[in-house]
């Protein structure tokens, strides 16, 4: 066998990225969260802590460091970081 030759089972799979929250708990697509921290939304007030958000969708790249997509109520779809939320 070449050493260039391309093998289909010598391919390695892309490694899954594993997004934790606030407390290491794997979160994944479609879970409940609920908020940790008060966070501050450009005019919009603020999200309180304790706020429950459910269906979250996981973001596949980075967007200012939000790794998480979700419907809050009261705003509307925002973007969070997985720091700020823990699995409900």
Do not use: Y
């Not at 391919?11 to 966070?39: M, R, W, Y």
């Not at 596949?60 to 699995?87: C, M, N, T, W, Y």
């Amino acid at each position: 066998m070449c050493a260039h030759e391309w093998v289909e089972s010598a391919e390695a799979a892309a490694p899954e990225t594993v997004i934790k929250d606030a407390v290491g708990n794997i979160l994944q697509e479609g879970d409940s969260v609920s908020i940790v921290k008060s966070l501050k939304v450009k005019g919009g007030g603020a999200i309180k802590i304790g706020t429950k958000v459910s269906g979250i969708h996981l973001l596949e790249e980075l967007v200012d460091g939000h790794d998480i997509e979700a419907k809050v109520p009261g705003f509307g779809q925002l973007r969070l970081k997985s720091s700020v939320v823990k699995k409900a």
